[in-house]
């Protein structure tokens, strides 16, 4: 924790050993919850670095200090050209205090995600603040409540419920949990240790934290800091920094980069095991599918079944006929009530070419599915392999390679040498109409409501589609848009050509100058 105690209170000694006499030359915000302060000092330059974005709460001293041209706000502007005279910690919190020979003060409040830089005068009052919504007064310091007796501590200590390092840390509060383990470590196996014994190592482990002078202990693998060698981590892995400040500056860059990598690798691994979820249960879908007798012929002897029948009125939801394969047996067959008979009949007749057509483009799915199954693993397995912020930036400029990005927008093989391409939001369908759509190409668009465009990609510019592979793709189409629910959906059909985008529209928006209409019921092939 780069914002413990102890730690603090041993950085604000070092700094008053060096950074009285330095001038504020600049002070800006680049990146969010980090505040530069430039210092020019006998001609070198430096700067602070204060964090205020939990968990990276503390400060520390950089060596790159150029501001970016872009992207970067200037503040405290009263505390340039100002000197710094002295640099302190406040004794019962964790308060870093820089005071200019101006009478300004600047006041680094680092405790967890109240954390804010004020800047006021010497009478208290805040002239401007880091984070928005700060006091306009300097915030009373709090006293530490450390026991001041053994009996005060066997009191608390009486009380302790649970884990005894927390309960350590709730008594002594500038403990972190490295510090209140050691001191526990002790009494390891003990279910309630001696209060007194207790009581005096914890006194004795303050007393060591405020007086300690050795080098710097940085665990990068775990990661921790310490003024001293933890018992409990072994000696592995230990960075020792007899420069205090370049341990603290070590340490702070390396919690800087780690949160970097998994603000990238974090979602990345949750967006690509959600797809290959997504995969592996459509592909799963599709064999248990395959496994499964087709429903065409079901389908088609309804139709049959409807048209040999007298002619019924639209409105039931299902009707009672005999069946005209087994004469003088009656079959219940179930209708859509806003459609006759005939149209019903028609309506099975649709279903039953779909489920066929759907059967015989079956393998071909499948294989794809499975193919994006195994191309997704390999994408996820080189994520993971992925340790640093610098093999995750490798990773993602090789996502931009041919073949290994996300394939853009949604594709149904309809038919040997068709396919229908879907845009997945306004952004990829306007992409996918304006320049990947050939302009002999079929252009589908669910009419009177918002949807994705849909362009049916034909083999050549004179390809004479069927009409039946026409539905099918006004009927993906239709699902892909907001008419998804309807029974019945009218779709736009026209030759890409036909299709402008008007400068000022939203994204998305285009402008259709010759169409047909063709009505379908909204569905998945």
């Known amino acids: 924790m780069l914002n413990n105690y102890y730690l603090l209170r041993r950085l604000a000694h070092v700094w008053d050993q060096s950074i009285p006499g330095a001038t504020v030359t600049d002070a800006w915000c680049h990146a969010p919850g980090e505040l530069i302060i430039a210092l020019e000092h006998n001609t070198a330059v430096t700067a602070i670095s ?25 503040l405290f502007r009263a505390m340039r050209r100002q000197s710094i005279a002295r640099v302190s910690v406040s004794e019962g919190d964790r308060i870093l205090i820089l005071e200019f020979t101006g009478g300004l003060h600047l006041q680094a409040h680092l405790y967890g995600s109240r954390a804010n830089v004020l800047l006021g005068d010497e009478t208290g009052h805040v002239q401007e603040a880091f984070r928005k919504g700060g006091p306009t007064e300097f915030p009373q310091a709090r006293t530490a409540p450390e026991p001041k007796s053994l009996a005060e501590f066997t ?57 300690a002078q050795g080098p710097l202990h940085v665990y990068r693998d775990l990661p921790s800091i310490s003024l001293f060698a933890l018992t409990e981590y072994s000696e592995e892995g230990i960075q020792r920094y007899s420069d205090f400040d370049e341990g603290i500056r070590a340490y702070a860059q390396h919690l800087l980069s780690v949160r970097a990598y998994r603000t990238q690798y974090d979602p990345l691994r949750k967006n690509l095991v959600r797809m290959l979820d997504k995969a592996e249960r459509s592909a799963e879908r599709m064999r248990t599918e395959q496994s499964q007798p087709s429903r065409a012929d079901e389908y088609e002897r309804s139709g049959h079944i409807l048209m040999a029948s007298p002619p019924l009125p639209a409105g039931a939801s299902r009707v009672e006929l005999e069946d005209a394969f087994h004469p003088g047996a009656m079959v219940t067959v179930s209708l859509d009530p806003a459609l006759n008979s005939l149209q019903n009949a028609e309506h099975y007749y649709s279903k039953a070419r779909k489920a066929r057509t759907s059967r015989a483009h079956l393998d071909t799915l499948i294989k794809q599915a499975e193919e994006k199954v195994v191309s997704l693993q390999a994408e996820l397995a080189e994520l993971e392999r992925a340790k640093t912020y610098k093999d995750l930036k490798a990773f993602q400029k090789g996502r931009t390679k041919p073949g290994f990005s996300r394939q853009l ?23 996918l109409t304006l320049r990947h759509a050939r302009p002999f190409d079929l252009w589908f668009h669910a009419r009177g409501v918002s949807g994705a465009h849909a362009v049916l990609r034909l083999p050549k510019r004179d390809a004479q589609p069927s009409s039946y592979l026409i539905e099918q793709a006004a009927a993906i189409a239709a699902w892909h848009s907001k008419a998804r629910t309807s029974s019945i959906a009218p779709v736009i059909v026209t030759p890409k ?18 169409e047909e209409v063709v009505m379908v019921e909204p569905a998945l092939p």
């Open 50 to 74: 204060f964090l205020t974005h939990a968990p990276i709460v503390g400060a520390f001293r950089r060596e790159d200090i150029g501001r970016p041209r872009r992207n970067t706000k200037s």
């Open 155 to 211: 009191a608390r200590w009486s009380r302790a419920k649970g884990n005894l390092t927390k309960a350590l840390q709730r008594i002594y509060v500038r403990f972190n949990g490295d510090q209140a383990r050691e001191v526990m470590k002790l009494y390891e196996g003990a279910r309630l240790p001696d209060p007194a014994l207790v009581y005096e190592a914890a006194q004795a482990m303050h007393l060591r934290l405020l007086n």
């Open 409 to 431: 927008f949604r594709r149904y093989v309809l038919a040997t040498s068709y396919e229908l391409w879907v845009g997945r939001n306004a952004k990829e369908s306007e992409m």
């Open 497 to 514: 050509k036909y299709v402008r985008k008007v400068r000022g529209t939203p994204l998305g928006e285009v402008t259709v100058s010759r």
